[in-house]
């Protein structure tokens, strides 16, 4: 059987361009015993992604040459050799942008049959919606009546954040771009406040929204001097969670920006973690049903930006590490 591909043609040289990609058909054998054949229903241009395809290692290690893109992916069993799995099981697992994929069963979660939305488990009930999760509750320790600031907030992973702060009986404060964006986390996802990226003194607009006593948790997305910005608006003790720094993936090692508010850490105590959210695999399920709890009853909204076919996906990551997408960037594979 043959399966569509999109892989890795070169290195990227600063920001990524259509041409760093190549697709290509394979030839996929017959699943063997233990295997299992999977057809990609729904596959994800993961912004994560960026950091690995320089051949770099960081939590993972760098991507080869010629290999598929990697990324978390919705898909349907075709065939199985597996003793835990049934043709049709509905899963979720790290197939990448490919149209097919031969799976172990390593690392797959059982989507349920009632879900009230098959493509979220690409997005909010996949790596964003979990990293926001575990990120907010036990890295940062949110508690009910503090104040969360967010970058990229109109981001799956900040706008996720935003309201379970709000679910957790807080307030969350975002940073966006765009009226769009900002009326969307303003009028349907609750946010208290956002704060537009370019405003003249970010951090200073930061410190009025926050009020007496300053944030006491940054959710950080971005980096460069947007966290420059939201550490001026932490109060004492405030904790800041380094989920990503987008600011800086096409950036060479040399030229990251970092931070030049280290002195505030003193005087205010501060606290700063970086996460990976495969430290909690063995709760996903539990944040998985929470999640999805919320989604069915209204409190909890999310944005999809859905292209057609494995072919769109490099123009469609480009363009979300441009800034250009409002929501999760997701290519429908197949139906």
Not at 88 to 111: H, K, N
Not at 155 to 167: E, N
Not at 263 to 278: A, N, P, S, T, Y
Not at 319 to 326: D, P, S, V, W
Request: with cysteine.
């Amino acid at each position: 059987m043959t399966s569509a591909h999109v892989v890795l043609a070169r290195r990227p040289q600063g920001a990524p361009v259509p041409e760093d990609f190549r697709l290509e058909t394979r030839e996929l054998p017959a699943p063997r015993e233990g295997q299992l054949l999977v057809e990609v229903l729904f596959a994800t241009a993961n912004p994560g992604s960026r950091n690995r395809m320089g051949g770099d290692a960081s939590y993972a290690r760098g991507m080869r040459l010629g290999e598929t893109m990697e990324g978390p992916a919705v898909g349907r069993v075709l065939v199985s050799n597996h003793p835990e799995w049934r043709q049709g099981d509905l899963v979720t697992g790290a197939f990448g942008w490919a149209e097919r994929a031969l799976s172990s069963g390593r690392g797959l979660r059982r989507i349920p049959a009632r879900t009230p939305s098959l493509s979220a488990w690409a997005g909010i009930l996949n790596l964003p919606g979990l990293t926001a999760y575990f990120g907010l509750r036990d890295v940062a320790g949110f508690k009910p009546g503090e104040t969360l600031i967010v970058s990229s907030a109109a981001g799956p992973v900040g706008a996720t954040a935003g309201q379970i702060a709000r679910l957790m009986g807080g307030r969350a404060i975002g940073i966006a771009s765009g009226a769009e964006r900002k009326r969307w986390l303003l009028e349907e996802a609750g946010f208290a406040a956002v704060i537009d990226r370019s405003a003249p003194d970010l951090a200073d607009a930061l410190i009025a929204a926050a009020g007496e006593g300053g944030a006491q948790v940054y959710f950080d997305n971005v980096g460069g001097p947007v966290l420059d910005a939201a550490i001026r608006a932490l109060g004492q003790r405030g904790r800041i969670v380094v989920s990503g720094q987008i600011a800086d993936y096409n950036r060479p090692d040399g030229e990251r920006s970092g931070t030049r508010r280290v002195h505030e850490f003193i005087g205010k105590r501060l606290r700063m973690e970086g996460m990976v959210v495969f430290d909690y695999a063995e709760r996903f399920g539990e944040a998985e049903r929470e999640i999805e709890g919320w989604i069915a009853d209204g409190r909890l909204k999310f944005r999809e930006h859905i292209v057609d076919g494995l072919a769109a996906l490099p123009a469609l990551f480009c363009a979300q590490l441009r800034g250009e997408i409002f929501g999760r960037a997701l290519a429908k594979v197949a139906s």
